[in-house]
């Protein structure tokens, strides 16, 4: 069984940065692009960034120059750099795969003073 495991989430500052990584484990097939979105209480699942259904790497226009998505082949882990953070990127962000299959448990990120 596939699992997504999320890290790197937190309470930060407004302007503040953080970075979050996503492990993909035991997966019995390559799985070469990762997607992430997040949430919010009472509102839909929104897609944020990184590449979904084939397409290339995009973003959402409100995370766009703060945001980066990005690979480790490496480590096999996926990053999402956050930084300039807003009040309004408060949600539970999670990973997963491009076509969506494969879901993390999801991290908090708080921004607040």
């Known amino acids: 069984q596939v699992q997504v495991v999320e890290s790197g989430g937190g309470l930060v500052q407004p302007g503040g940065s953080l970075r979050l990584s996503c492990t993909i484990i035991?997966?019995?097939?390559?799985?070469?692009?990762m997607a992430w979105y997040r949430q919010v209480p009472g509102k839909e699942r929104e897609w944020v960034g990184g590449?979904?259904?084939?397409?290339?790497?995009d973003y959402i226009d409100s995370v766009k120059g703060r945001f980066t998505a990005s690979r480790d082949n490496a480590e096999d882990t996926w990053y999402l750099q956050m930084n300039n953070l807003k009040s309004e990127d408060t949600a539970v962000y999670y990973c997963?795969?491009?076509?969506?299959?494969?879901w993390g448990q999801g991290i908090q990120v708080t921004v607040s003073s």
């Open positions: 035991m997966s019995q097939f390559p799985i070469n692009h």
């Open positions: 590449r979904r259904y084939g397409m290339t790497t």
């Open positions: 997963t795969d491009q076509y969506a299959r494969f």
